[in-house]
Nanobody, 133 residues
Framework: QVQLVESGGGLAQPGGSLRLSCAAS????????LAWFRQAPGKEREEVAG????????YYEDSVKGRFTISRDNAKRMVYLQMDGLRPEDTGVYYC??????????????????????????WGQGTQVTVSS
């Protein structure tokens, strides 16, 4: 059974930092690309960051580039989101997602153009992040 469990959310002041963690179980972790999404109150869920399964290439939504860092530890079956320079507009529920990478003629189909629109097959329950003074 595929399971993703997020932790590390909370309250931070503008300019502050939080580190989100996501523990994975029930699937072959190294076969999966991973991503973080968020949903603010009254808004649709949006992509935040993604990371490939093989070489650890990362992708970011424009508003978080230079502030957030996604990483993964295959040995620990963990994915992280380090969030620095937090802004009030970063407030929302943050979700971890995983999708088994597909290949076309031996080339991964998880890339800059696809990571944000991929239909991820597994989702966590979410963790609340609130940025406020």
């Amino acid at each position: 059974q595929v399971q993703l469990v997020e932790s590390g959310g909370g309250l931070a002041q503008p300019g502050g930092s939080l580190r989100l963690s996501c523990a994975a179980s029930g699937f072959t972790f190294e076969y999966y690309a991973l991503a973080w999404f968020r949903q603010a109150p009254g808004k649709e869920r949006e992509e935040v960051a993604g990371i490939t399964n093989n070489d650890g290439t990362t992708y970011y939504e424009d508003s978080v580039k230079g502030r957030f860092t996604i990483s993964r530890d295959n040995a620990k079956r963990m994915v992280y989101l380090q969030m620095d320079g937090l802004r009030p507009e970063d407030t929302g529920v943050y979700y971890c997602a995983a999708d088994r990478v597909k290949y076309s003629f031996g080339v991964s189909t998880y890339n800059e153009g696809s990571w944000s629109s991929t239909t991820y097959e597994a989702w966590g329950q979410g963790t609340q992040v609130t940025v406020s003074s």
